[in-house]
């Protein structure tokens, strides 16, 4: 990677006590959802004061609605990428937690999706597999349907929802 290109990675910066706490929570899930090939790497992190803190990631291209905004719609190999990244953070233990999933998958110069923001995330516990059943980030996948349209939703993710809904008791998530 080029130095030049890590200006357009993300930065946050916070100023509180509070804020800093959070932002090395969302930093520690950025990292480990890096390491299981689901988010960008971490190029770089500093302290510029006591009560500061910020990261940068690697750039990525375009966000889902964006593909989805240029391509008409999303492709069948994007909606398998969808579930493999979901599933794998799953199995990680990490709950991304943020419904903006059109904001928060997007795609890396090599056409691979990337899930990014963990500002909301947290370790998955007992109650999410019992409510949520052994996958909990599935259910980010159903707010797709409004991005994407109930048709080519219904055809790309509805048959998956079916089948993972049917091994656990909680339908919520079908379309």
């Given at each position: 990677?080029?130095?030049?290109?890590?200006?357009?990675?993300?930065?946050?910066?916070?100023?509180?006590?509070?804020?800093?706490?959070?932002?090395?929570?969302?930093?520690?899930?950025?990292?480990?959802?890096?390491?299981?090939?689901?988010?960008?790497?971490?190029?770089?992190?500093?302290?510029?004061?006591?009560?500061?803190?910020?990261?940068?990631?690697?750039?990525?291209?375009?966000?889902?609605?964006?593909?989805?905004?240029?391509?008409?719609?999303?492709?069948?190999?994007?909606?398998?990428?969808?579930?493999?990244?979901?599933?794998?953070?799953?199995?990680?233990?990490?709950?991304?937690?943020?419904?903006?999933?059109?904001?928060?998958?997007?795609?890396?110069?090599?056409?691979?999706?990337?899930?990014?923001?963990?500002?909301?995330?947290?370790?998955?516990?007992?109650?999410?597999?019992?409510?949520?059943?052994?996958?909990?980030?599935?259910?980010?996948?159903?707010?797709?349907?409004?991005?994407?349209?109930?048709?080519?939703?219904n055809k790309l993710f509805a048959p998956r929802l079916?089948?993972?809904?049917?091994?656990?008791?909680?339908?919520?998530?079908?379309?």
């Amino acid at each position: 990677m080029r130095e030049r290109d890590a200006v357009l990675g993300a930065m946050k910066t916070f100023k509180s006590r509070k804020s800093v706490a959070r932002i090395k929570r969302e930093l520690d899930f950025t990292r480990k959802a890096a390491r299981i090939g689901v988010g960008p790497p971490v190029l770089s992190e500093w302290e510029p004061s006591e009560n500061s803190r910020c990261f940068v990631v690697a750039p990525l291209e375009r966000t889902l609605t964006q593909m989805i905004r240029d391509e008409g719609s999303l492709s069948v190999d994007h909606a398998n990428q969808i579930f493999a990244l979901m599933r794998r953070l799953s199995d990680a233990r990490i709950l991304h937690n943020d419904p903006n999933i059109g904001l928060n998958i997007m795609e890396d110069d090599t056409g691979k999706l990337r899930v990014i923001d963990y500002g909301f995330s947290r370790a998955i516990n007992q109650e999410d597999l019992r409510k949520r059943g052994p996958d909990p980030n599935m259910r980010l996948v159903s707010y797709l349907k409004r991005l994407v349209g109930l048709e080519p939703f219904n055809k790309l993710f509805a048959p998956r929802l079916v089948a993972y809904s049917s091994t656990w008791h909680d339908k919520s998530i079908l379309p």
